[in-house]
């Protein structure tokens, strides 16, 4: 395999040389090795010789990495099948979704419908149980929908990666009604390849609140996994009004979603 680099071509020969006139013992290789970024180990170091390849690949490194960045297992009882790859999913985990509770108003989203009155920003009726969350988008009395559509390549995640990993992709979003006004809420989300075609949907059915109700947070977990080559991008909707049809913005309330790639022992 080859770097394509000149200088890491040259380096890689020249350490080479180097480990196959003084072996290195494996303990105090990886102990170099964990003081290297990752990337570097991968395609850098992996490649100089079959010893620096043998530590680069044990899962020895790769768990003991994980450890000294803060990367734990929320289970202990389930341990990955590749401890390489749980290190990466974990450093790349973040919401891929922009500006999920309001902070920045609307941007980052495409209105689709904008029925009523239209969206709105407020503050929230009731504490989230995310405390940092202060903001959320309100619905009127018709249909209001939103979305992003999330290009997975942009994010650091290449198609490569997607075909040969296929990561579980976990989907979250927090909805609450008003505890004066009926509504309901919907959500959809698609997993979408290189043309956008549809791969695989998440549609539950819609949820209806009734006038009176507790106008508590409620959430919506879903997590894709054993999905088929080829998704390129997530499509996440979401949205829904009122149902007594009350000028203003008395409908759903939407906040703190999240499109997380993350490892499957997590899900």
């Known amino acids: 395999q080859s770097s394509k680099n000149p200088y890491v071509e040259r380096k890689i020969h020249s350490e080479a040389g180097f480990f196959s006139f003084f072996p290195v013992p494996l303990e105090i290789l990886e102990e170099i090795f964990l003081h290297v970024p990752a990337n570097q180990v991968v395609h850098v170091c992996r490649l100089v010789c079959s010893q620096c390849k043998e530590v680069a690949d044990s899962e020895s490194l790769w768990r003991e990495r994980c450890r000294r960045e803060g990367y734990n297992l929320r289970d202990s009882s389930k341990t990955p099948e590749d401890w390489r790859l749980f290190y990466f999913l974990c450093k790349k985990r973040?919401?891929?979704?922009?500006?999920?509770?309001?902070?920045?108003?609307?941007?980052g989203w495409m209105i689709k419908e904008n029925g009523g009155d239209g969206w709105k920003l407020e503050d929230v009726m009731v504490p989230h149980p995310n405390e940092v969350v202060k903001k959320n988008f309100v619905t009127s009395f018709q249909m209001c929908t939103k979305e992003q559509v999330i290009d997975l390549e942009k994010e650091g995640y290449s198609p490569t990666f997607m075909d040969k990993f296929k990561?579980?992709?976990?989907?979250?979003?927090?909805?609450?009604?008003?505890?004066?006004?009926?509504?309901?809420?919907?959500?959809?989300?698609?997993?979408?390849?290189?043309?956008?075609n549809v791969i695989q949907s998440y549609t539950p059915d819609t949820v209806f609140f009734d006038q009176w109700n507790d106008q508590e947070w409620k959430q919506k977990i879903h997590v894709f996994r054993d999905y088929r080559r080829g998704v390129r991008y997530i499509r996440f909707s979401h949205g829904g009004k009122d149902t007594q049809f009350w000028a203003g913005w008395y409908g759903i309330r939407v906040t703190d979603s999240s499109v997380e790639i993350c490892p499957a022992v997590d899900t």
């Open 94 to 107: 973040r919401n891929l979704l922009k500006n999920p509770r309001g902070e920045g108003k609307m941007t």
């Open 167 to 196: 990561p579980d992709i976990k989907i979250s979003d927090w909805y609450a009604p008003r505890w004066d006004c009926g509504c309901e809420y919907s959500i959809l989300v698609q997993l979408l390849d290189a043309k956008q």
